[in-house]
């Protein structure tokens, strides 16, 4: 009898699987998920002093600005991301950290003050030079955790028409396959190579004595 | 501490350890896999959460072991001119926890490179040896595609309908028809309608980061729940040390460290090793004993040596329509093998194959997408996010990557896992002819995007994400210069098994999944004809 299987049930006998057959599940897969759960305001707070949350936010307002009817990386809670995964982890902390430090020590070097202070046009030119500063990756990480900060965000998917289906919910709807499509290419010769018989025995057949 | 013994021990439990314990516990013997990884639990996968994209740089899902970290995942070292990016998973299941599931098929010419081209080694077999098992092999892992493909020998009802092929694939392959090249609608390990118990595809895209309903075929759904209700024996989170071997140089069985660290022996008549292009050479480098001081399986020093991955070059084609390249399963909707097969006019040897391929979502694509060109920050940000997503059409380039013997895998002299096993090291350079075939690709790949209607091109260059690992155990007839003959017993020891990526003779242009599946289950019945012999 063909078996009425429904995704939820899949899921639930796969996760049955799991336990019977794998034993007990490991504690480090199910940490980060407790970690994801546990997150409080509490931990946020105390991550950056308030000296590199006012450069963070600024940076990355220019980094993504309000503009093109979009709004900025700090307008769509940008700071708060970057703040929160900072506190769920100490190499995200540092390397923002760094990152942040390294453009403030430009700032004040090339612009004679703090970079949350310069006026628009410094900041731009200031974050052109930064950009061209080595190391690379003080820049590239802090542009890619802003990134992140903002293309995370479901009202910045809304805005941008892109939908999120998770695997465990319904998927989008796409027409099937039109097999006429290929009527040019079932016409066209064979692409593959033949292997002559006789070269394509070499001797296998005594392999497995 | 010795355990029961074995008829078969199988060590890992991927594509290929779970298509060869099913096989042989079907076939009636008794097997134990170790499997340094653990189940995982479907509602862990980052497909079900919003943030999914994030672990393409961090997290415990990338693809990357030197990235993701995880208990069970051990180091890799890579060096050379052109170190690759070694990627792989640690589970029930292995890498096929987050391949694409695409599942072509090798050429019959695949396996004569050197009769008909020169270059390379033959394979100690032929496509024909190996068609039923592929068609076994589809069966059991559950595939949708279409047969009649002319680039292809001719192949059996698949068993479920093509998956759509989407905006995608409706705009690219136009550009195709325009050329008058060939195309067609992919083989993929990802079912289309229900079928063995498993549901059908629901079009989320994101297969990567996880099945979570089964739908994409990795052996933790698909071989190892029938393996396991037939009596098959799977120790997760077990590290093997090392194979060990009896005074007659016949292999023993494993030590392996269990989860708490403590160390065991499995012993069995018969050894399988599946630990894939990487796993395998440094599992057996790390067996040393002084009947095999050079490691096992290893007097022609073979062991390690011809190391493949396939090249890539991913060309991002952006269109002015929508494209919504998002939507739908990661598996490879078309392909093309207009220039797969040597034609020498074209300055290289071998050939390529191009994938029609999705993409991730917005996150990865301001992060530069496939073509790594980041969306620019500051006052054209928003212009540009616009204007590249959602309308972008990415045709990869896959190329052949021919055996080389200084391309390689060896033990590092430092650097160890968690449990102080020595770790890999990946020494790796591309050869003229991979620069040759892969600059043509590019400019081919870049034509088709044209024709298609692309207003601009975003390209990677060459790259080496390695995420096929091949050739490092080879099969040969000629024990001086392969490793396991063509059946994958070990030249050097009677009872040792190698069958995964270790094994290919030579690497094809086509994902390997789907062969080192069919080499598994025709390794599984090579076992099983010679049980008489397992003492």
């Given at each position: 009898?063909?078996?009425?299987?429904t995704?939820?049930?899949?899921?639930e006998?796969?996760l049955k699987?799991?336990?019977v057959?794998?034993?007990a599940?490991?504690a480090?897969i199910i940490?980060?998920?407790?970690?994801?759960?546990?997150?409080s305001?509490?931990?946020?707070?105390?991550v950056?002093d308030e000296?590199?949350r006012k450069t963070?936010?600024v940076t990355m307002?220019?980094?993504?600005?309000a503009s093109?009817?979009?709004p900025?990386?700090?307008?769509?809670?940008?700071l708060e991301?970057?703040?929160r995964?900072?506190?769920?982890?100490s190499?995200?902390?540092?390397?923002i950290?760094k990152?942040?430090g390294?453009?403030?020590a430009?700032s004040?070097?090339?612009?004679?003050?703090?970079f949350?202070?310069?006026?628009?046009?410094?900041?731009?030119?200031?974050?052109?030079k930064?950009?061209?500063?080595?190391p690379?990756q003080?820049?590239?990480?802090?542009?890619?955790y802003?990134?992140?900060?903002?293309y995370?965000?479901p009202k910045?998917?809304?805005?941008?028409?892109y939908?999120?289906?998770?695997t465990n919910?319904?998927?989008?709807?796409?027409?099937?396959?039109?097999?006429?499509s290929?009527?040019?290419v079932?016409k066209m010769?064979?692409?593959?190579?033949?292997?002559?018989?006789?070269t394509a025995r070499?001797?296998?057949?005594?392999s497995?004595g | 501490?010795?355990e029961?013994r074995?008829d078969?021990?199988v060590i890992?439990s991927?594509?290929?350890?779970g298509?060869?314990?099913?096989?042989l516990?079907?076939?009636?013997?008794?097997?134990?896999?170790?499997e340094?990884g653990d189940?995982?639990k479907?509602?862990?996968y980052?497909?079900m959460?919003?943030?999914y994209?994030v672990?393409?740089?961090r997290g415990?899902?990338n693809?990357?072991?030197?990235?993701?970290?995880?208990?069970?995942?051990?180091p890799i070292?890579a060096t050379?001119h052109n170190?690759?990016?070694?990627l792989?998973?640690n589970?029930?299941g292995g890498s096929t926890?987050?391949?694409t599931g695409h599942?072509?098929r090798?050429?019959?010419?695949?396996?004569?490179v050197?009769?008909?081209?020169?270059v390379?080694?033959?394979w100690?077999i032929t496509y024909q040896?190996?068609?039923?098992y592929y068609?076994m092999?589809?069966?059991?892992?559950?595939v949708?595609?279409l047969?009649?493909?002319?680039a292809?020998p001719?192949?059996?009802?698949?068993?479920?309908?093509p998956?759509?092929?989407g905006i995608?694939?409706d705009?690219?392959?136009k550009?195709f028809?325009?050329?008058?090249?060939?195309?067609?609608?992919s083989?993929n390990?990802?079912?289309?309608?229900?079928y063995?118990?498993?549901?059908?595809c629901d079009?989320?895209?994101?297969?990567?980061f996880?099945?979570?309903i089964g739908?994409?075929a990795?052996?933790?759904v698909?071989?190892?729940?029938k393996?396991?209700?037939k009596g098959?024996v799977l120790?997760t989170?077990?590290?093997v040390r090392?194979?060990?071997?009896?005074?007659?140089g016949r292999?023993r069985?494993a030590v392996?460290y269990?989860?708490?660290?403590?160390?065991?022996?499995?012993?069995?008549?018969?050894v399988?090793?599946s630990?894939?292009g990487?796993?395998?050479?440094?599992?057996l480098?790390?067996?040393?004993s002084?009947?095999?001081?050079?490691g096992?399986?290893n007097?022609?020093?073979?062991?390690?040596?011809?190391?493949?991955?396939?090249?890539?070059?991913?060309l991002?084609?952006?269109?002015?329509?929508?494209?919504d390249s998002?939507?739908?399963p990661f598996g490879?909707p078309?392909?093309?093998?207009?220039?797969?097969e040597?034609d020498t006019?074209?300055?290289?040897?071998?050939?390529?194959?191009?994938f029609l391929?999705?993409?991730?979502?917005?996150?990865?694509?301001?992060?530069g997408?496939?073509?790594s060109?980041?969306?620019?920050?500051?006052a054209?940000h928003?212009?540009v996010?616009?204007?590249r997503?959602p309308?972008i059409i990415?045709?990869?380039?896959?190329g052949?990557?021919l055996?080389?013997?200084m391309n390689?895998v060896?033990?590092d002299?430092k650097v160890?896992?968690?449990s102080g096993?020595?770790?890999?090291?990946?020494v790796?350079?591309?050869?003229n002819?991979s620069l040759k075939?892969m600059?043509?690709?590019?400019q081919m790949?870049?034509?088709?995007?044209?024709?298609?209607?692309a207003v601009?091109?975003?390209?990677?260059?060459l790259i080496?994400?390695?995420?096929?690992l091949?050739g490092?155990?080879r099969?040969?007839?000629d024990?001086?210069s392969?490793?396991v003959n063509a059946?994958h017993?070990?030249?050097?020891?009677?009872?040792?098994f190698i069958?995964?990526?270790?094994s290919?003779?030579?690497?094809?242009?086509v994902?390997?999944t789907s062969t080192?599946?069919a080499?598994s289950l025709?390794?599984?019945?090579g076992?099983?004809?010679?049980?008489?012999?397992?003492?």
């Open positions: 009898m063909k078996r009425d299987w995704r939820r049930k899949f899921l006998s796969a699987g799991s336990f057959a794998g034993g599940v490991t480090e940490a980060p998920a407790k970690a994801h759960a546990g997150h305001a509490e931990r946020t707070c105390g950056y000296q590199q963070l936010q307002d220019e980094i993504i600005p093109d009817d979009m900025s990386a700090s307008e769509v809670g940008g991301y970057l703040t995964i900072a506190g769920e982890s190499r995200v902390k540092r390397e950290a990152s942040i390294a453009l403030a430009l004040r070097k090339q612009f004679g003050g703090e949350a202070s310069l006026a628009p046009a410094e900041r731009v030119e200031a974050l052109k930064f950009e061209a500063q080595r690379k003080n820049f590239v990480r802090l542009r890619d802003i990134y992140e900060a903002y995370t965000q910045v998917w809304k805005l941008i028409g939908s999120f289906y998770a919910g319904p998927g989008p709807h796409m027409k099937p396959f039109d097999p006429s290929l009527e040019r079932r010769p064979k692409l593959y190579r033949e292997v002559p018989e006789s070499s001797g296998h057949e005594e497995n | 501490m010795a029961e074995a078969v021990l890992g991927g594509a290929a350890g298509a060869v314990s099913k096989h516990t079907d076939l009636g013997a008794k097997v134990v896999c170790l340094q189940w995982m479907p509602d862990q980052p497909s959460r919003p943030g994209e672990q393409l740089h415990a899902f693809f990357s072991p030197n990235v993701r970290r995880r208990p069970e995942d051990y070292v050379g170190p690759p990016d070694v792989m998973f589970a029930v926890i987050h391949y599942f072509p090798f050429h019959p010419s695949d396996f004569r050197k009769t008909l081209d020169g390379g080694e033959d100690p040896d190996l068609e039923r068609d092999n589809d069966r059991e892992m559950g949708a595609g047969a009649g493909d002319p292809n001719p192949r059996s009802p698949r068993p479920t309908p998956l759509p092929i995608l694939g705009v690219i392959t550009g028809d325009k050329l008058g090249w060939y195309w067609w609608v083989d390990a990802i079912i289309s309608r229900p063995d118990g498993r549901p059908g079009l989320h895209g994101k297969c990567m996880g099945c979570a739908s994409k990795s052996t933790d698909t071989y190892w729940p393996a396991l209700r098959a120790k989170r077990a590290r090392e194979i060990t071997v009896d005074a007659h292999a069985g392996y269990d989860r708490f660290g403590k160390l065991h022996e499995q012993q069995a008549r018969v399988v090793v630990c894939n990487v796993g395998t050479p440094r599992l480098l790390n067996s040393k002084n009947l095999f001081p050079h096992l399986a007097s022609s020093g073979m062991v390690g040596k011809h190391f493949m991955f396939h090249p890539f070059r991913f991002e084609g952006v269109f002015e329509e929508r494209i998002y939507d739908g490879i078309a392909f093309s093998q207009q220039f797969y040597t006019r074209r300055g290289f040897v071998r050939g390529y194959t191009f391929e999705r993409s991730f979502g917005p996150l990865h694509q301001a992060w997408g496939f073509s060109r980041p969306v620019p920050w500051g054209e928003h212009r996010m616009r204007r997503f309308h990415r045709v990869t380039v896959m052949e990557d055996p080389q013997e390689r060896e033990l002299p160890k896992d968690s096993i020595p770790a890999p090291r990946v790796y350079s591309y050869s002819n075939l600059e043509h690709g590019g790949a870049r034509r088709v995007l044209e024709a298609a209607g601009e091109i975003l390209d990677s260059g080496s994400p390695a995420f096929h091949m490092t155990a099969m040969g007839n024990p001086k392969s490793v059946w017993r070990a030249h050097d020891v009677p009872n040792l069958v995964d990526g270790s290919f003779t030579t690497g094809a242009a994902n390997p080192i599946g080499l025709r390794c599984a019945e076992i099983w004809d010679r049980r008489r012999e397992w003492s």
